[in-house]
């Protein structure tokens, strides 16, 4: 029953945006219909997930369609549904805020095509994640990624938006090569194509597999250094697009990692200890190059990368912990990556559709022209907060819970495991710990540079509050990170659902583990100290008697443009970590003459392994490759001697046989 | 939990901490060879702003207001955390070490906002700094306290400091002076202290904490000013508990000894205070990173 | 009978050099549409006497081979204005001692593969592996389209000496395939060798080098 009611949840948002088609161009009733769509399929999500009886470890569903010999399978169990909630539910909200921000009549070109590809995004990734035959598997997965392709290619009037696009379809085609071989190869350790665990497997094909896998997946996940489609492709999509893509997207490749982990036998210790370290890498590397960006969506961007490489410190928590044989820091590691996984999708998806309401407000996304918007936009300026807030990992909201169980899983593995691995441990929590104050830093940038202060530019200053619908969509992904910081009792069930499926053996409770309800009564005590604060000062004498222009030590005549920008802010962190960011700086030279005229001074970030690693070896690739080009001469008798050649080959070698 | 303790608790965070920064004061005073201001006159500088009026910027907005509500806020519930004068503080978990550092983060995120609000450029260099500083002092609060943690085996602050300290000093000597280097650091850095920050100084260029607070006037800064004296007094606390292993003796006797050995390390504070030079900025990310690896030293010598 | 055959291929590997040392292009089609009358002889000897089909099917291979593909290829010459210069890449010395090299190979080659009695004394394999072999070379070595057609038919000369091998086993399988396979070849080169005389104002292959980037 659940699991065919998740499949009729991925059919309904893969066609989601099919009415669309049919339904006059301009009407709203086109954007409307795919939001009621995709709503239903959240809808139909959540029945399934609530049918899925605790007892029952997995739901299976045989289609009646036989591919190379196998009945294609869909299933349903702990795993599966704690992922396909937070696919269909993101992509539900954003198409709710898309029918206001992405309407039919103001984008006629694309809009249809958008809708259609959108659904399907939804569509193949929720196929991916109740698939439990290999090729249903990959057909979801291609479906999901060149959908988000013609999605990201929205705008594709724009040259910037293009390169994205086939950065973007490259990287996913070197995935998608990479899990191919991956699902050989479990074909040949289990002789089928079903997705089934496989404990008896030999260490060496293990490696193998897993090693396979991860960097498919890791490449669709993002995390450092196979992160170079990201930045781009997410400041170039339309707004919603870029919030599935970083809510649900990414996701998919931790989805993944987790079941083929989860399929083989408990892995060696150093396979744990690499995926922590990428974790680790991805976290503060992610983070140092969001506080170099000045434009709001890149910027988010590179969290992305951050948090997906938390995620990635929990898994790899968790390996350590299953390889080691500490059930509490494998449950530990793996409930915090994968409440992690909810929390980003929550709080990065209200991020980027707050970032989408202020670019389409103010006309830019550029940080150093905006400014002041919390006078103008107060609403989204709030949810906003509530989402930098969040993603700062900070009390009381969601991502304070999940990284408090990352360093939990830690913490523990850090007391029971001496030597190298305690060691390694440690510098875990190091790491975290960096990452929490440096992203801190950075969504203080982010929201003062944006909301605060006065206006940069005329465009900021004229900039209204969004329509409705954006704001409600806004809110209600507000309330669910306010919902679970406050009280994560009601991520539990799920969460040990989850963990589960992915190790039947683990026994422990999370509720023993876990202080949520020490963290519940600190949340609470903090949001009613607050809540009295505000309301004895709206009450009493805190009116101000008095609204002056800011003081600012008596100075006179402060213009807007000098306010801190957001690039001095981050000037400081961005100078502490020049040796990993290699920032550029264009600084005019002013000359000896004792009045210098106009100058102008850029500061640059691009991406490593983008801008200086990958692109500069396709182009010395291509450069080398023209060495190589007498073999293709233009003439016809030369491809007829290559011809002649290879007969003459066949001949000889077919020799051998006839005589 | 015992009640009449935890009320005793909340009332002590509540109402020591000027006397806390009386004290600091007096003492750069005397070794300045001043007499120096009454050890009381952090009271009554805060009577005398919260008598005052209210006066707000035009360009600011709700975020102003936050931000001394929000120090308060985050500074008084830390608080519960970390064992004053009892055996366990009144909120007590595996795990809340981490709590204790967020939730200082919490109030600097938001008062770095407050200083954003205002649109100045001053109050956005001291946001600046104040980022910076504190993104490098993160880590060396938590390796500091991994070194307790890996010797008493405990996640919670009252497990790690809250009976037998003497313990620590008898077993691991090294490992816990390091810490305690590092956690001093640390509490310098994060209270604006010299090395890092003079708090006495009138140029804006040379401020970070001052200069975050320079629109802030009146109830407000009064606030602000209340928060950072809780936010000091929170962390000597815990550093104080590790130092001195209270007697085992009765209540009263322990909270009568906790509070001394606070203001005693007011005292080293001042003269710490008195006897450095602020660092240039430049030095004092090396500083915080030199704390950090002091820690991580002393976890290296535990685990080998 | 068979001394009559391997009279014939021994012509037809004569005519093979001739296309290979000569620098006129009509002596070229005129050596293409020998080989094809002298085909379709040796067709009719060794089946001239099972029948009126066979009979008839020997006449029409004379007439399309050797009459009528070679007019069309003689209008299309004189049609096109096309100067009457072979123009190889290669000397006309090399071709010639590249045809020799390729007919030595050819003997060489079929004396190693298992045939029947009755095959091995005939040149028929021979034969057809070294026309095959000339009209790759006249392919590879020269420039214009017009004599590049005429490789290429050549080629299926070649082709068609091996077909005569098996007319037993598969009697309509052969014809049908190798009147097909001139057909089509003859119309589609008419049509590329149109085309490429109105894209470009020359069938001058040296031009195609255009489609490089």
């Not at chain 1, 103001?106 to 995004?121: M, T, V």
């Not at chain 1, 422990?508 to 949520?516: S, Y």
């Not at chain 1, 006179?556 to 290699?582: C, E, I, K, N």
């Amino acid at each position: 029953m659940s699991a065919a009611l998740a499949l009729v949840a991925v059919v309904l948002a893969a066609v989601s945006g099919l009415p669309g088609l049919v339904l006059p161009r301009d009407h709203v009733a086109a954007d409307r219909s795919a939001a009621l769509l995709l709503a239903l399929a959240a809808l139909c999500a959540v029945a399934a997930t609530v049918s899925l009886v605790p007892s029952v470890p997995e739901q299976t569903l045989a289609l009646p369609w036989l591919v190379l010999g196998e009945r294609v399978e869909v299933g349903l169990d702990g795993l599966s549904a704690f992922f396909l909630l937070p696919t269909l539910g993101i992509s539900s909200v954003a198409s709710l805020y898309a029918v206001a921000y992405w309407p039919a009549h103001a984008h006629p070109r694309s809009a249809r095509r958008l809708r259609l590809a959108f659904g399907l995004i939804a569509g193949g990734a929720g196929l991916v994640v109740i698939s439990r035959h290999a090729l249903a598997f990959l057909a979801g997965w291609e479906v999901m990624a060149l959908a988000a392709f013609f999605s990201i290619t929205a705008e594709d009037e724009r040259e910037g938006v293009r390169r994205a696009g086939f950065i973007y379809l490259a990287c996913t085609r070197a995935s998608t090569l990479a899990l191919i071989g991956a699902f050989a190869l479990l074909h040949a350790a289990s002789n089928g194509f079903a997705l089934k665990a496989l404990p008896g497997l030999d260490p060496f094909a293990c490696r193998a597999l897993f090693g396979l896998a991860l960097v498919g997946f890791v490449l669709k996940a993002g995390a450092m250094p196979l992160h170079l489609w990201l930045p781009g492709a997410h400041a170039m999509a339309p707004t919603h697009v870029s919030a599935v893509l970083s809510g649900m997207l990414l996701k998919i490749g931790i989805y993944g990692i987790v079941r083929f982990a989860s399929l083989l036998p408990p892995l060696a210790v150093s396979d744990g200890v690499f995926v922590l370290v990428l974790g680790m890498a991805s976290a503060v590397l992610g983070v140092a190059f969001a506080l170099g960006q000045h434009e709001l969506k890149r910027l988010l961007a590179y969290h992305s990368i951050e948090n997906i490489g938390i995620i990635l410190m929990g898994v790899g928590v968790a390996l350590l912990g299953r390889s080691l044989g500490h059930p509490e820091v494998e449950l530990l590691g793996l409930a915090g990556a994968l409440l992690h996984v909810w929390n980003h999708a929550l709080f990065k998806a209200l991020l980027f559709l707050g970032a989408g309401s202020v670019v389409r407000q103010s006309g830019s996304g550029e940080l150093d022209r905006l400014g002041g918007l919390a006078r103008r936009l107060p609403r989204t300026a709030l949810c906003f907060g509530i989402g930098a807030v969040a993603i700062c990992g900070l009390p009381p909201l969601n991502g304070f819970v999940s990284e408090l169980l990352v360093y939990l899983g830690l913490l523990r593995a850090a007391l029971l495991s001496g030597g190298a691995l305690g060691l390694l441990a440690v510098s875990g929590v190091a790491a975290l710990a960096l990452v929490g104050g440096l992203a801190a830093a950075c969504f203080v940038k982010a929201f003062g540079v944006v909301f605060l202060g006065e206006p940069r530019t005329a465009a900021a200053a004229a900039a209204h509050e969004a329509p409705q619908g954006m704001l409600v969509a806004m809110a209600a992904l507000a309330l669910a990170c306010v919902a679970i910081g406050v009280a994560p009792q009601l991520a539990v069930p799920c969460l040990e659902a989850a963990a589960r499926s992915f190790d039947p053996a683990l026994g422990a409770r999370l509720g023993d583990l876990a202080p949520f309800g020490s963290i519940s009564l600190a949340a609470l005590a903090l949001l009613a100290s607050l809540a009295g604060m505000a309301a004895w000062v709206l009450r009493r004498r805190l009116r101000p008697t008095l609204r002056v222009a800011t003081w600012d030590c008596g100075y006179a005549a402060p213009s807007p443009r000098m306010q801190y920008t957001s690039s001095s802010f981050a000037a400081g962190l961005v100078g502490l970590f020049h040796w990993a960011l290699w920032p550029q700086l264009d600084a005019p030279r002013l000359g000896r003459r004792p009045f210098p005229g106009t100058a102008r001074l850029h500061t640059e970030l691009p991406d490593p392994v983008l801008d200086r690693l990958t692109l500069p070896a396709a182009r010395w690739l291509a450069h080398a490759s023209t060495w190589f080009r007498w073999v293709q001469r233009g003439r016809v008798h030369s491809y007829v001697l290559y011809i002649l050649v290879a007969i003459v080959l066949g001949f000889l070698a077919a020799r051998g046989d006839l005589g | 939990m015992n009640w009449l303790e935890a009320l005793v608790h909340l009332a002590v965070v509540l109402l020591v901490p000027p006397l806390l920064l009386g004290v600091i004061q007096r003492t750069k005073a005397r070794v300045a060879g001043r007499r120096g201001a009454p050890l009381l006159q952090p009271y009554y500088d805060l009577v005398k702003l919260l008598r005052k009026d209210v006066v707000l910027s035009r360009t600011t907005t709700w975020v102003f207001v936050a931000g001394p509500a929000v120090a308060v806020a985050t500074a008084v519930l830390a608080s519960l955390l970390v064992p004053f004068g009892e055996r366990v503080a009144p909120l007590s978990f595996a795990g809340d070490i981490v709590l204790f550092a967020y939730l200082f983060g919490l109030g600097r995120f938001f008062t770095i906002a407050a200083a954003l609000d205002t649109g100045s450029s001053f109050e956005g260099m001291g946001g600046a700094r104040e980022a910076t500083f504190s993104a490098l002092a993160e880590p060396a609060l938590f390796l500091a306290l991994l070194v307790l943690v890996s010797l008493r085996g405990s996640l919670s602050l009252s497990g790690l400091v809250g009976e037998d300290t003497h313990i620590l000093w008898v077993t691991a000597v090294a490992p816990v002076a390091l810490a305690c280097l590092s956690l001093f650091v640390v509490l310098l850095a994060e209270n604006s202290r010299i090395p890092f920050d003079d708090p006495a100084t009138h140029l804006e260029l040379t401020m970070i904490h001052e200069v975050m607070v320079l629109d802030h006037s009146g109830p407000l800064l009064g606030a602000a000013l209340w928060g950072a004296a809780q936010k000091l007094f929170v962390q000597s606390a815990l550093l104080v508990r590790i130092l001195v292993p209270l007697p085992d003796g009765p209540a009263p006797l322990r909270w009568v000894c906790f509070l001394a050995a606070v203001l005693a390390l007011g005292v080293v504070i001042g003269i710490v205070e008195s006897t450095m030079a602020r660092l240039r900025l430049r030095q004092v990310p090396m500083l915080l990173v030199a704390a950090s690896l002091l820690s991580a030293f002393g976890i290296v010598l535990l685990v080998r | 009978m068979s001394e009559l055959l391997n009279l014939l291929l021994v012509i037809v590997l004569l005519f093979n050099f001739l296309m290979l040392g000569t620098s006129r292009v009509r002596a070229v089609i005129d050596a293409a549409a020998a080989q094809g009358i002298l085909l379709g002889l040796a067709y009719l000897t060794m089946h001239g006497a099972s029948g009126v089909r066979a009979l008839a099917l020997g006449v029409a291979m004379i007439a399309i081979k050797g009459v009528i593909i070679p007019r069309i290829l003689r209008s299309a010459l004189r049609s096109q204005g096309i100067r009457r210069e072979v123009e190889p890449f290669v000397s006309f010395t090399t071709s010639l001692l590249l045809g020799a090299l390729a007919t030595g190979l050819s003997v060489i080659f079929a004396r190693t593969l298992p045939l029947t009695a009755a095959d091995a004394n005939v040149l028929l394999i021979p034969a057809s592996l070294a026309t095959q072999l000339t009209g790759f070379i006249v392919l590879t070595t020269r420039r214009k389209a017009l004599t590049q057609v005429v490789g290429y038919l050549t080629l299926e000369n070649g082709i068609f000496i091996f077909g005569l091998t098996l007319v037993e086993a598969m009697p309509f399988l052969v014809e049908a395939g190798v009147l097909l396979d001139v057909l089509v070849g003859v119309f589609v080169m008419g049509i590329v060798v149109d085309h490429i005389s109105r894209e470009f104002s020359t069938i001058d292959g040296e031009e195609l080098t255009e489609l490089r980037e």
